[in-house]
Nanobody, 121 residues
Framework: GQFVESGGGLVQPGGSLRLSCVAS????????MSWYRQVPGKERELVAA????????RYADSVKGRFTISRDNDENKLYLQMNSLKPEDTAVYYC???????????????WGQGTQVTVSS
C-alpha cells in the first residue's frame, strides 16, 4: 500500500486542522486504518483507528473528545479532524493500514512521508 498525507501546517493552540490521506495500491475498504504521530526522538504512537466499514473507532486517551477519524471507502481516503489543538499535538502525522483489528492494531510497514502539524503561538 501507498499513502499520501496532507493538510498539516502551523496552527495556534485551540485551533483546528483536518488531515487527509489518499491510499493507493491497496484494497482500501478491506483494511482497518489509523493515524499515527511521531515526535523526533520518540516512537510513533497510535492516535486513532477506524474499522474497515467505518462503524467503529478507537482513540488515544490524549485526543479523545478533540479528534475525529473518518473514512471514505469510495474515494480511498482517510481523514482526521483535529480540534482544540494543543502544543503537545505537534508531530508528524502518518496514515497507515494495519491488521489484528482495532484493539490490537498492528501497522503494516507501508509508511509514507507524513504531514507535519505544529501547534504554537
Amino acid at each position: 500500500g501507498q499513502f499520501v498525507e496532507s493538510g498539516g501546517g502551523l496552527v495556534q493552540p485551540g485551533g483546528s486542522l483536518r488531515l487527509s490521506c489518499v491510499a493507493s495500491a491497496i484494497s482500501f475498504s478491506a483494511y482497518v486504518m489509523s493515524w499515527y504521530r511521531q515526535v523526533p526522538g520518540k516512537e510513533r504512537e497510535l492516535v486513532a483507528a477506524i474499522a474497515s466499514t467505518g462503524d467503529a473507532t478507537r482513540y488515544a486517551d490524549s485526543v479523545k473528545g478533540r479528534f475525529t477519524i473518518s473514512r471514505d471507502n469510495d474515494e480511498n481516503k482517510l481523514y482526521l479532524q483535529m480540534n482544540s489543538l494543543k502544543p503537545e499535538d505537534t508531530a508528524v502525522y502518518y496514515c497507515i493500514a494495519g491488521r489484528r483489528g482495532l484493539n490490537f492494531f498492528t501497522p503494516y510497514d507501508w509508511w509514507g512521508q507524513g504531514t507535519q502539524v505544529t501547534v504554537s503561538s
